[in-house]
């Protein structure tokens, strides 16, 4: 059964940086598109950033020039460079598979999720 693993979180201070990474395990990796979220209430998340299957990227208003979203399909792994991170960032992050290739800002376009890190910053 595919899976995905976040890995790359962490503590760290305001200013940091942190990257981000989910790997995945299904044979079909590179015809997805993948996404980042991040939880903002309890049963609440929020699109960070996605990349298409042939590269190009969407990004949150919020995160754009921040955050930059990539993908390596050799190795099956897609990354989320974050940087000057502030203690707003803090929170759970997310990779998840969009198999469609659609609407890729909701959760209702994404089909298989990862556990999730923690990314904690402080001030």
């Known amino acids: 059964q595919a899976h995905l693993v976040e890995s790359g979180g962490g503590s760290v201070q305001a200013g940091d940086s942190l990257r981000l990474s989910c790997a995945a395990s299904?044979?079909?990796?590179?015809?997805?598109?993948m996404g980042w979220f991040r939880q903002v209430e309890e049963k609440e998340f929020e699109f960070v950033a996605a990349?298409?299957?042939?590269?190009?990227?969407i990004y949150a208003d919020s995160v754009k020039g921040r955050f930059t979203v990539s993908r390596d399909n050799a190795k099956k792994t897609v990354y989320l460079q974050m940087n000057n991170l502030t203690p707003a960032h803090t929170t759970v992050y997310y990779c998840?598979?969009?198999?469609?290739?659609?609407?890729?800002?909701?959760?209702?376009?994404?089909?298989?999720w990862g556990q999730g890190t923690q990314v904690t910053v402080s001030s």
């Open positions: 990349i298409r299957r042939g590269g190009s990227t």
């Open positions: 998840a598979e969009n198999w469609a290739g659609l609407c890729y800002m909701r959760m209702e376009g994404y089909n298989y």
């Open positions: 299904g044979r079909s990796f590179s015809t997805y598109a």
